[in-house]
């Protein structure tokens, strides 16, 4: 039985139209797989089902009623829970205060009931199997602890059916393994999902049916098991996706930047050099330090100990805006908190960096800056209407492309890449594996971390794999294998 069916959507923002006619369904005990470009109508249709966004034409029937109006609240209260990419937990409160948020227990007079909700938090995540402090603050949190957190909100509240928007972007392959074990646990006592995800692994392994979305259209839908990887990738982009290796070998010059002994906040002892454009892919589980690292090259984080030197040159303090000037530039992982500024225009959001570097120039020439945000959104291929809408009118892939574009406008020597596909199509990370190649080509020094292996391969001229903040393998090209660097990975080399 259909739990939810969703007939001839449509839906326009002014004059374009961005959903057709689409038909989605979701059966109940079932895992749906959602797919599609960035850009294809995935967020526009989950929006409406949501209750965020109004429809223009077509009907919605949840548990066999029809939805007149659905507003966020009718559809929260009938079941639907929408797990976003860009997590929404609250740092500043405790785990069990994110849970019950708006929906707390209180006793007489208002007084809140706070040992009952965290023993009601710690009896959903044992009956989860997770190991969480519900009194525990959750800024204190890893990434992956908080998108947990976010599911564990949807589940409290008896929700029918879970909206998993790329929900296993930040967890580890262990962390993702817990996730599936949890999801299916839950198919069992009949909960349903949509899950939307690029990563067609775990869409083989997780899903049971698959609907895909191109230019606000439905280009195909069916079984898992009745398709394949290369057919969804044909119906996603129009041609099979290129499995092919991307690389490129380069002559490598001289060493642009040094590490030596170097410690700081998540790893510790680190000594490396990276040659003036070379690709180096830092690569390790969730945790591993690598982020930290980029980080500490940014100057975001302090240096503890030890030595770091840029164009030969050491540093000894931290501060962004000093490294800026040294010639690099930082692309962070997490897009919501650290790269998009929502009060502005995609236009300012991209020329802002710049401006920062040229000391707050009194004027801005906007004309200019159109211009050259012109020429990267060809490059990069951004899906955009007009350069003046908010930030937040783009889908979250195309929202990166911005973000890279906004370092690419500062001309830096020196590109520190933090997941720089995460939350990007199959056809936009091949666009920007070879952007990286072009830029390492033009001798633009690249430092990448990621937990793609088939992505390090396709870039990396060498690879470092760290485990609880130290370096424990280095890979030239050619001894880049998914096997051996996930040995490393999760230290199975000392088991």
Same mark, same amino acid.
């Given at each position: 039985?259909?739990?939810?069916?969703?007939?001839?959507?449509?839906?326009?923002?002014?004059?374009?139209?961005?959903?057709?006619?689409?038909?989605?369904?979701? $059966?109940?005990?079932?895992?749906?797989?959602?797919? +599609?470009?960035?850009?294809?109508?995935?967020?526009?249709?989950?929006?409406?089902?949501?209750?965020?966004?109004?429809?223009?034409?077509?009907?919605?029937?949840?548990? @066999?009623?029809?939805?007149?109006?659905?507003?966020?609240?009718?559809?929260?209260?009938? @079941?639907?829970?929408?797990?976003?990419?860009?997590?929404?937990?609250?740092?500043?409160?405790?785990?069990?205060?994110? %849970?019950?948020?708006?929906?707390?227990?209180?006793?007489?007079? @208002?007084?809140?009931?706070?040992?009952?909700?965290?023993?009601?938090?710690?009896?959903?995540?044992?009956?989860? +199997?997770?190991?969480?402090?519900?009194?525990?603050?959750?800024?204190?949190?890893?990434?992956?602890?908080?998108?947990? =957190?976010?599911?564990?909100?949807?589940?409290?509240?008896?929700?029918?059916?879970?909206?998993?928007?790329?929900?296993?972007?930040?967890?580890?392959?262990?962390? &993702? $393994?817990?996730?599936?074990? %949890? %999801?299916?646990?839950?198919?069992?006592?009949?909960?349903?999902?949509?899950?939307?995800?690029?990563?067609?692994?775990?869409?083989?392994?997780?899903?049971?049916?698959?609907?895909?979305?191109?230019? !606000?259209?439905?280009?195909?839908?069916?079984?898992?098991?009745?398709?394949?990887?290369?057919?969804?990738? $044909?119906?996603?982009?129009?041609?099979?996706?290129?499995?092919?290796?991307?690389?490129?070998?380069?002559?490598?010059?001289?060493?642009?930047?040094?590490?030596?002994?170097?410690?700081?906040?998540?790893?510790?002892?680190?000594?490396? *050099?990276?040659?003036?454009?070379?690709?180096?892919?830092?690569?390790?589980?969730?945790? /591993?330090?690598?982020?930290?690292?980029?980080? /500490?090259?940014?100057?975001?984080?302090?240096?503890?100990?030890?030595? #770091?030197?840029?164009?030969?040159?050491?540093?000894?303090?931290?501060?962004?805006?000093?490294?800026?000037?040294?010639?690099?530039?930082?692309?962070?992982?997490?897009?919501?908190?650290?790269?998009?500024?929502?009060?502005?225009? &995609? #236009?300012?959001?991209?020329? /802002?960096?710049?401006?920062?570097?040229?000391?707050?120039?009194?004027?801005?020439? $906007?004309?200019?800056?159109?211009?050259?945000?012109?020429?990267?959104?060809?490059?990069?291929?951004?899906?955009?209407?007009?350069?003046?809408?908010? %930030?937040?009118?783009?889908?979250?892939?195309?929202?990166?492309?911005?973000?890279?574009?906004?370092?690419?406008?500062?001309?830096?020597?020196?590109?520190?890449?933090?997941?720089?596909?995460?939350?990007?199509?199959?056809?936009?990370?091949?666009?920007?594996?070879?952007?990286? =190649?072009?830029?390492?080509?033009?001798?633009?020094?690249?430092?990448?971390?990621?937990?793609?292996?088939?992505?390090?391969?396709?870039?990396?001229?060498?690879?470092?794999?760290?485990?609880?903040?130290?370096?424990? !393998?280095?890979?030239?090209?050619?001894?880049?294998?998914?096997?051996?660097?996930?040995?490393?990975? *999760?230290?199975?080399?000392?088991?």
């Amino acid at each position: 039985m259909d739990l939810l069916e969703m007939k001839n959507i449509s839906k326009s923002f002014y004059t374009t139209q961005v959903l057709f006619d689409v038909d989605f369904s979701v $059966k109940e005990g079932e895992v749906h797989a959602l797919l +599609g470009e960035n850009g294809a109508g995935k967020s526009t249709l989950m929006n409406i089902l949501g209750g965020v966004l109004s429809l223009d034409l077509g009907e919605i029937k949840f548990n @066999g009623e029809r939805v007149i109006s659905p507003t966020i609240k009718t559809m929260e209260k009938l @079941g639907i829970a929408f797990v976003h990419q860009e997590l929404n937990v609250i740092n500043d409160l405790r785990v069990y205060e994110n %849970i019950f948020l708006g929906k707390e227990k209180t006793a007489k007079l @208002g007084k809140l009931k706070k040992k009952e909700m965290i023993e009601e938090s710690a009896k959903l995540f044992e009956m989860l +199997g997770l190991e969480m402090d519900p009194a525990a603050v959750v800024e204190e949190l890893k990434t992956s602890e908080k998108q947990l =957190l976010e599911i564990c909100k949807a589940l409290y509240f008896n929700a029918k059916l879970l909206i998993l928007d790329e929900p296993t972007t930040a967890l580890s392959t262990e962390e &993702i $393994k817990h996730l599936f074990a %949890i %999801i299916n646990r839950l198919k069992e006592q009949g909960k349903s999902f949509i899950f939307i995800s690029h990563k067609m692994p775990e869409i083989f392994e997780i899903a049971d049916r698959y609907t895909v979305l191109r230019n !606000g259209k439905v280009t195909a839908a069916g079984k898992i098991s009745e398709t394949s990887p290369e057919e969804v990738t $044909k119906y996603m982009v129009g041609v099979s996706a290129d499995a092919g290796d991307t690389y490129i070998k380069r002559e490598l010059r001289d060493e642009i930047l040094q590490l030596k002994n170097l410690s700081g906040p998540g790893f510790d002892n680190l000594s490396f *050099t990276v040659r003036k454009g070379e690709i180096l892919a830092l690569t390790g589980l969730a945790g /591993c330090g690598a982020s930290e690292v980029l980080e /500490c090259i940014f100057g975001a984080v302090p240096i503890y100990s030890g030595m #770091l030197t840029i164009q030969g040159k050491k540093e000894k303090r931290a501060g962004i805006k000093n490294r800026m000037k040294r010639g690099v530039a930082m692309l962070p992982s997490n897009r919501k908190e650290n790269s998009v500024i929502p009060d502005m225009t &995609i #236009l300012e959001n991209f020329y /802002c960096a710049e401006h920062i570097l040229s000391n707050f120039m009194q004027h801005i020439f $906007k004309k200019r800056e159109q211009k050259k945000f012109s020429q990267m959104k060809d490059v990069l291929n951004i899906k955009a209407e007009s350069s003046g809408y908010s %930030i937040n009118a783009l889908s979250g892939g195309n929202q990166q492309k911005v973000f890279i574009a906004r370092w690419l406008n500062t001309n830096a020597d020196i590109l520190l890449f933090d997941n720089p596909t995460q939350g990007v199509d199959v056809g936009a990370k091949e666009e920007i594996y070879k952007l990286i =190649l072009k830029f390492a080509e033009e001798g633009k020094t690249i430092l990448v971390n990621t937990l793609e292996i088939p992505e390090i391969k396709k870039i990396a001229d060498r690879c470092l794999v760290l485990y609880e903040g130290r370096l424990i !393998g280095e890979f030239t090209h050619e001894e880049i294998d998914e096997h051996r660097l996930m040995q490393y990975a *999760t230290n199975a080399i000392n088991v």
